[in-house]
């Protein structure tokens, strides 16, 4: 079992940036694959970043690309999204999720309660 807890989400201006945190607690976390996934109200979920144990190897949807970066430090069991220029369709509850194994954009099995990101315009 994995525990995550997010945090960091707040009111930013479009333009600025915030930086999220998921710790995790439980199993050995640096074995695991980490995504952050947003759902904003009346949207499905989406998966934008994800990072493979190693941090070897990441995953961006489009919608973020070049705007958002995951890391992760495992010594901290903490993974991280480094969000830039954020525009006000970037808002929405921010969850971390992790998954056993190197895919990035299949099922994940452990999940935090999320973290609310508002971006004025």
């Known amino acids: 079992q994995v525990q995550l807890h997010e945090s960091g989400g707040e009111l930013v201006q479009a333009g600025g940036s915030l930086r999220l945190s998921c710790a995790a607690s439980?199993?050995?976390?640096?074995?695991?694959?980490v995504g952050w996934f947003r759902q904003a109200p009346g949207k499905e979920r989406e998966l934008v970043a994800a990072?493979?144990?190693?941090?070897?190897?990441?995953y961006y949807s489009d919608s973020v690309k070049g705007r958002f970066t995951i890391s992760r430090d495992n010594a901290r069991n903490t993974v991280y999204l480094q969000m830039n220029n954020l525009m006000p369709e970037d808002m929405a509850v921010y969850y971390c999720?992790?998954?056993?194994?190197?895919?990035?954009?299949?099922?994940?099995?452990?999940w935090g309660q999320g973290t609310q990101v508002t971006v004025s315009s």
């Open positions: 999720a992790a998954k056993p194994g190197v895919a990035l954009t299949t099922t994940y099995d452990y």
């Open positions: 990072i493979t144990w190693s941090g070897g190897r990441t």
């Open positions: 439980g199993r050995a976390f640096s074995n695991y694959a």
